[in-house]
DNA sequence: TAGGCGTGGCC
DNA sequence: TGGCCAAGCCT
């Protein structure tokens, strides 16, 4: 039996009650979302701005409605209608999941944490989201908008440290309320205020529920003073080449020649390093004849 | 554990 | 204008 910390209301039901009349809309999120639903949400989600996930959600699920439908079909089916979502390992690890569920678990999303969280591509966010949000049950669901607004909430700093700490894991998990449907309810709230309301850049304090118990604000709001927190640049990297590369691939029906390839990226070696890292991922497969294909 | 891994919109 | 940021994961 966990003890919730008697403080702890002050933040759950004002965010639960926010949360009821402020949510957004999102198909992965009404009530008839299966788990293999939100599961591909979850992972199109990493990292990838929403109203970038949408109509490719959209498509995935119409083409791909049950895990089967797409462990049926050729990697590389994923990959091109992975799209420009970034990050295209992850439509890779998709498929992947989508075997393993229809190999392992009979077709069927696991609902258990340590289940989920074996599968490719689904780490610790993933398998407490799933099960939280598919499944109804009581996890710390900690993720860059939970963990921002926890920092602010809580600790009184404008952003939370650069890697996930221990204690943020703990804390998270102080703050959960004790049945596992309000838990879950809580999950998506907090998460959903960070995303509205308690912004990186702009944060909209004036329409913060919880304004009054915000140990930042309540400080001042004082900026945030550690080491630099990025440095993610990305014209002329092997990231750009490797997609430029995968672009040509998705933009073709089918196999491509070489010099299709050599014409999308002007440096040779870096070309050359990008694409066999491209091969060595399972991102692209080169064929006996020479000419290059999304996997099968 | 720090760094690699896409893409595009925003202020 | 361009650095910053977006529901992380893997090695």
Redesign the pocket.
Same mark, same amino acid.
């Given at each position: 039996m966990t003890v919730t910390p008697p403080n702890a209301v002050r933040y759950t039901g004002p965010i639960l009650d926010w949360y009821a009349e402020h949510a957004?809309d999102?198909p992965?999120?009404a009530p008839d979302a299966t788990p293999w639903g939100i599961l591909v949400?979850?992972i199109m989600?990493?990292?990838?701005?929403?109203?970038?996930v949408l109509p490719v959600w959209r498509e995935w699920m119409r083409r791909w409605p049950a895990p089967e439908a797409l462990a049926a079909e050729p990697s590389g089916e994923a990959v091109r209608a992975w799209g420009?979502?970034?990050? +295209? *390992? #992850?439509a890779l690890?998709l498929h992947a999941c989508a075997v393993a569920i229809t190999e392992r678990h009979g077709g069927r999303v696991p609902d258990s944490y340590d289940e989920l969280r074996a599968?490719?591509?689904?780490?610790?966010?993933?398998?407490a989201?799933v099960a939280s949000f598919a499944y109804r049950q009581r996890h710390a669901v900690l993720?860059?908008?939970v963990r921002?607004v926890l920092a602010r909430l809580i600790t009184g700093v404008e952003?939370p440290p650069?890697?996930q700490t221990a204690a943020e894991v703990t804390l998270a998990e102080s703050l959960l309320p004790p049945d596992a449907p309000t838990a879950a309810r809580w999950a998506?709230a907090v998460?959903?205020l960070?995303?509205l309301v308690c912004?990186?850049?702009?944060p909209r304090c004036v329409d913060c529920p919880v304004i009054g118990s915000c140990a930042w604000h309540q400080a001042g709001r004082p900026p945030y003073d550690g080491p +630099? *927190? #990025?440095?993610?640049?990305?014209a002329g990297?092997?990231?750009?080449c490797?997609?430029?590369l995968?672009?040509v691939l998705r933009n073709a029906e089918g196999p491509v020649e070489k010099a299709a390839l050599d014409v999308a990226w002007s440096d040779p070696v870096q070309r050359e390093r990008?694409l066999d890292?491209?091969v060595a991922?399972g991102?692209v497969d080169p064929l006996e004849d020479g000419r290059y294909a999304l996997p099968s």
């Open positions: 957004r999102l992965w999120r949400s979850e989600l990493q990292q990838t701005p929403v109203a970038r420009r979502l970034g990050y +295209p *390992r #992850r690890r599968l490719p591509g689904v780490g610790a966010y993933t398998a989201a993720d860059t908008n921002r952003y650069k890697t998506v998460m959903e960070g995303a912004t990186a850049r702009t +630099p *927190r #990025r440095g993610q640049t990305y990297t092997d990231r750009q490797r997609g430029r995968l672009a990008a890292g491209l991922d991102l």
